[in-house]
């Protein structure tokens, strides 16, 4: 199946499944970035974020909210 096909089957769906199936899709999505977002975390990826940012709060470079 390619992503032509999916298109076409997408835009084939009668309103209430496409309902459906934007419901479906945003949870899958979500889940999808969750688990990249774990991913990211174990190997280490967005450390220097992190150590970006208790640097900018250390040196007072921040706003509280």
Same mark, same amino acid.
């Given at each position: 199946? &390619? @992503?032509?096909?999916? +298109?076409? !089957?997408?835009?084939? =769906?009668? &309103?209430?499944e =496409?309902?459906?199936? #934007?419901?479906?899709?945003?949870?899958?999505? !979500?889940?999808?970035?969750? #688990?990249?977002?774990?991913?990211?975390? *174990? !190997?280490? #990826? =967005?450390?220097?974020?992190?150590?970006? !940012? @208790? *640097?900018?709060? #250390?040196?007072? *470079? &921040?706003t +509280?909210?």
């Amino acid at each position: 199946m &390619t @992503l032509h096909d999916i +298109e076409s !089957a997408v835009a084939g =769906l009668p &309103t209430e499944e =496409l309902s459906k199936f #934007r419901a479906w899709f945003v949870e899958f999505d !979500a889940e999808a970035w969750d #688990r990249q977002f774990d991913e990211d975390v *174990r !190997a280490g #990826r =967005l450390d220097h974020l992190a150590d970006e !940012a @208790l *640097r900018d709060l #250390r040196d007072g *470079r &921040t706003t +509280e909210l």
